[in-house]
């Protein structure tokens, strides 16, 4: 692997950031209860001379640090949160609170940002205003959303923001990017039919919400099929189907819990009407009565051209043009589309491994973060401050 120079100064200071890291993953915290996590970091951020403040969005920091006199603001966002979900892999510093597990590889992103916070206050010379943005909550609960109502950049104004992921699959060492839409939107939708119980062997003295049910299931594919543009992309997922409990009884009621993501906002607003006309038309024509509690979760990401073309060049000259890669937008999504949102930035992509040593997919009981990329990201982190804040 090609190694610059900054990836090598930095290499002497991450074996203190593996540490913290472990730490970190062996105390796993879910949304907003990261108090252990954000004190970690706030004091690191305190002891290297940065301005921190604390409870940010609840459990959120941001470290401020200010060099020279330039008018240039720059943010760089980390998660904090885990997953629950009970750790399966062995690790001599593996979760010690049963059900919850660091399985995305959150705890190995605010180590890279530590990592690069040390870099900066110590080593580097820049001439502006760099914002350490550790953010709660991540996971389903819209964290960021919550530290921009609480004054985010109304506090720490940002000119343009950025945030990366591990991603198992890519080595270590490379990165990959993907300019305009990135990740998608993400929208929910509970579907509660309310029928007629009855005996199961008279099922015609009941109203069977089960039936309509599995006709919803079949037909919300047709939207994707017939409702949406062949080049552009949506997916509809029902992750959970609640009926009855017995095998001799036609249940009273079905509940029905839909996942929709999309990549365009016009397919986004499409599809959920039109789900929703499907599912209330369905309904009606199984006699049954329905109600949906629709909404908007997360927004599309979007990269924007010029930060993403900057944060390339960046990796570009750090890891060697044959290390950086074009991506394909996700399916996934990412609530630090509200901070992107607010202000113009890119979401890039660090390698993680592969096969035994960070090839694991993240959400999984056997994830693990390689401790080896925290170097790799910091440097980043470093060089694109360096790069946007130049003196």
């Known amino acids: 692997m090609y190694k610059s120079d900054i990836i090598q100064q930095i290499e002497k200071i991450s074996p203190e950031m593996v540490d913290i890291r472990r730490k970190i993953h062996a105390y796993p915290e879910l949304a907003y209860e ?20 604390r409870g940010l969005g609840i459990t959120g920091v941001v470290g401020q640090l200010r060099k020279g006199n330039g008018p240039a603001r720059l943010g760089i966002r980390a998660d904090m949160d885990a997953l629950p979900i009970h750790e399966a892999t062995g690790l001599p510093y593996a979760s010690t609170i049963p059900g919850k597990m660091h399985a995305c590889g959150h705890d190995g992103h605010t180590a890279i940002l530590l990592c690069a916070a040390r870099y900066l206050a110590e080593s580097v010379n820049f001439n502006g205003t760099l914002n350490l943005i550790f953010q709660p909550a991540e996971e389903n609960e819209g964290g960021a959303q919550r530290m921009i109502e609480d004054g985010l950049f109304e506090k720490y104004p940002c000119d343009q923001i950025f945030a990366f992921h591990n991603t198992p699959g890519l080595p270590v060492g490379q990165m990959a990017f993907s300019a305009g839409p990135a990740m998608a939107a993400f929208d929910t939708a509970v579907v509660t039919l309310s029928g007629k119980t009855a005996h199961g062997a008279m099922p015609h003295f009941g109203i069977d919400p089960m039936q309509c049910a ?4 079949l037909g919300l594919q047709t939207l994707v099929s017939r409702e949406v543009d062949a080049l552009k992309s949506a997916v509809i997922t029902v992750g959970a189907l609640n009926s009855g409990s017995v095998f001799n009884t036609v249940p009273d009621t079905a509940i029905l819990k839909i996942g929709i993501r999309t990549l365009d906002p016009t397919v986004r607003e499409t599809i959920g009407q039109r789900l929703q006309d499907f599912i209330q038309t ?3 024509s199984y006699r049954l009565g329905c109600s949906i509690d629709y909404s ?26 044959e290390n950086v890669h074009e991506r394909n937008p996700m399916m996934g999504s990412e609530d630090f589309a509200f901070m992107m949102h607010e202000v113009p930035g890119a979401y890039l992509r660090l390698g993680n491994g592969l096969g ?3 090839g694991c997919v993240t959400h999984t009981a056997n994830y693990q973060f390689n401790d080896k990329a925290i170097p790799i990201g910091a440097a980043f982190w470093a060089q694109l401050t360096q790069t946007i804040l130049s003196a």
């Not at 599995?214 to 299931?217: F, G, N, R, V």
């Open 34 to 53: 990261e108090e252990r996590t954000s004190s970690l970091v706030a004091e690191c951020l305190e002891r290297w001379g940065y301005t921190v403040e």
């Open 214 to 217: 599995a006709s919803i299931i």
């Open 282 to 284: 369905q309904a009606k």
């Open 296 to 321: 908007q979760r997360y927004p599309v990401l979007v990269n924007a051209p010029e930060q993403t073309a900057v944060a390339r060049q960046v990796a570009i000259a750090l890891l060697g043009a």
């Open 356 to 358: 035994d040593e960070g």
